[in-house]
C-alpha cells in the first residue's frame, strides 16, 4: 500500500517514477549516442538506514489524505506497521533502482 499511495501522490504532482527505465530512450532520441547505463538497488538491513520508508510514508501522509487516499487512521496505522518492520533486526528493505547513466552528443 505503501507503493501504491507514493505512486499516486507523485503522479498526481507530475513526477514520473519510472523515468529510471526510460532514459536510455530519452538520450537516444535527443542525439545522444554511446549511451551507457547501470542501476544500482539499495538494500537496507540497518534500522536507521531502513527508516527512509516510514519517513517517506510521513512526509506524504498529509497529501494523502488530502487527495482522499487514505484517512487518518488508515495512514497512521500503515506508518506503525512500517516502523515495526523497519525496527526487525531480521528484515530488510529496498528502494527502487537509482540509474546512472552517461552519453556523449556529437
Do not use: C
Request: net charge neutral.
Amino acid at each position: 500500500r505503501y507503493v501504491e499511495l507514493f505512486n499516486k501522490v507523485a503522479h498526481r504532482k507530475g513526477i514520473d517514477t519510472t523515468i529510471g527505465s526510460k532514459l536510455n530512450r530519452i538520450l537516444q532520441e535527443t542525439g545522444f549516442q554511446k549511451v551507457i547505463a547501470q542501476q544500482i538497488p539499495p538494500v537496507f538491513l540497518r534500522e536507521e538506514a531502513k527508516g527512509i520508508g516510514s519517513l517517506t510514508l510521513e512526509s506524504i501522509s498529509e497529501t494523502v489524505i488530502k487527495e482522499q487516499l487514505a484517512v487518518p487512521a488508515e495512514m497512521n496505522a500503515l506508518i506503525e506497521e512500517l516502523k515495526a518492520f523497519e525496527q526487525r533486526p531480521d528484515t530488510m528493505l529496498s528502494l527502487p533502482g537509482i540509474y546512472q547513466v552517461s552519453a556523449v552528443r556529437i
